[in-house]
Structure formats: C-alpha cells, structure tokens
C-alpha cells in the first residue's frame, strides 16, 4: 500500500520561500508510470492543482504559479519537493502531495500539511 | 484553461436518497474525468475515474456518466458516511482543474 507524507515548515514568513518534501513509502517511486503532484486548498476553499513531476525530472505547472514554483524529485530518498517562492498570505493552505497514475486522476493522497504564511 | 461549473454547491438530503451532481466543462474532455470525496479535515480520495470507472475498493451505490462536457456522478441510496464534499477534475488538459466543490449536507 502506498503511502505518502508531507512535512516542511508550517509557517513561513512573506516574500520567503515555502520548502515542502513528500516522502513516499511502500513503493518505488521509479516504478511504474506515475507523476508525482502537488495539490492545495485554502481554508474552506476548494482544490487548486500546483504541478507535477515524472521521475526522469519531466514537469508540468499550472500557469497561475509557473513564475514561482520550482517541483524536483530524489530517487534515492524516494521523496519529491516543492518549493513556492516570494510567498504571501495568499499561499496559505493545506498543501497536499499526491500520486498520479499514468498522468491521468489521482489515487493516492498525503493527509496534508498547513502552511501559514505570516510575519 | 478547462472551466468547470460543479453544481449544486450545496445539497441537502437524507440518507437513503438518490443523489446527483453535475459536473459541466468549459470544452469537451472526452472523459478524462475523476471525481473525489473529501471528508473535513482529511485529504481527498479517489472515487471514479476515467468518467465511469469506480476505484476500487469504493461502493457500489457510487457511479460516474458522461462525456464531452456534461458528467454525473450519482449515489444511488445516500449513507451516513456520506456526507461530505465532492468535487470533480479534469485531466484532459493542463493545468488541470477541479470544480468547486458541492457539499452534502444531511438535512
């Protein structure tokens, strides 16, 4: 069963850069045809996709972050990573990493981890 | 960018009830279409994919139509756990897209 686990500050002060790792157990993360993504969701807001990864380092961002957003990937720590630069409060949210079948939906989550930004 | 229009927002039922939720998008995605449910405080999870396909390990009463533009996603007789919010994505295209959500609310 795989399982995925974000961790990284939960606060972050503005203008400063969000790190964010998510690990992944019970698997290979270079087997099989998964990317591997980044998803959040402001307080009481619904789900805004961030980007993906392919383990040969291939990514793909959504538009609205692509000037900020930089996702990267280690083999052999079986990990991926985010990173947000020149954050505001606008980027606070739950930050979810999850796994991406073949490029298509997404079957497995993390449970999420809440960053704040504030000074 | 895929625009989607998830409706209705909100939805009050009682257990046992048939429930249904549209999802509608702004161009045709063939049926590169999944729907999750998220429960408070927990991650979302994979309910259906690929429009009609049920994950696995989900309910029966659970059940996905569509393609091109207009998708449902039907619980035939409403349980207890669940109650929750669902939401659609698109993965036809990027960036890909959710819709906004509908809650179900016990009413």
């Known amino acids: 069963q795989v399982q995925l686990q974000e961790s990284g500050p939960g606060l972050v002060k503005p203008s400063q850069t969000l790190s964010l790792t998510c690990t992944v157990s019970?698997?290979?993360?270079?087997?099989?045809?998964?990317?591997w993504s980044w998803i959040r969701q402001p307080a009481g807001k619904g789900l805004e996709w961030i980007g993906r990864?392919?383990?040969?380092?291939?990514?793909n961002y959504n538009p609205s972050l692509k000037s900020r957003v930089t996702i990267s990937v280690d083999t052999s720590k079986n990990q991926f990573s985010l990173k947000l630069s020149s954050v505001t409060a606008a980027d606070t949210a739950v930050y979810y990493c999850?796994?991406?079948?073949?490029?298509?939906?997404?079957?497995?989550w993390g449970q999420g981890t809440l960053v704040t930004v504030s000074s | 960018v895929i625009w989607m229009t998830q409706s209705p927002s909100l939805l009050s039922a009682s257990t046992g009830d048939r429930v249904t939720i549209s999802c509608r998008m702004s161009?045709?995605?063939?049926?590169?279409l999944a729907w999750y449910q998220q429960k408070p405080g927990k991650a979302p999870e994979l309910l259906i994919y690929?429009?009609?396909t049920l994950q696995s390990g989900v309910p029966s009463r659970f059940s996905g139509s569509g393609s091109g533009t207009d998708f449902t996603l039907t619980i035939s007789c409403l349980q207890s756990e669940d109650f929750a919010t669902y939401y659609c994505?698109?993965?036809?295209?990027?960036?890909?897209?959710f819709g906004q959500g509908t809650k179900v609310e016990i009413k």
């Open positions: 999850a796994r991406e079948p073949y490029g298509y939906n997404l079957d497995y």
């Open positions: 019970g698997g290979s993360i270079s087997s099989g045809s998964y990317y």
């Open positions: 990864i392919y383990t040969s380092g291939s990514t």
């Open positions: 161009q045709g995605i063939s049926s590169y």
């Open positions: 690929a429009a009609s």
């Open positions: 994505q698109q993965y036809y295209s990027f960036p890909r897209t």
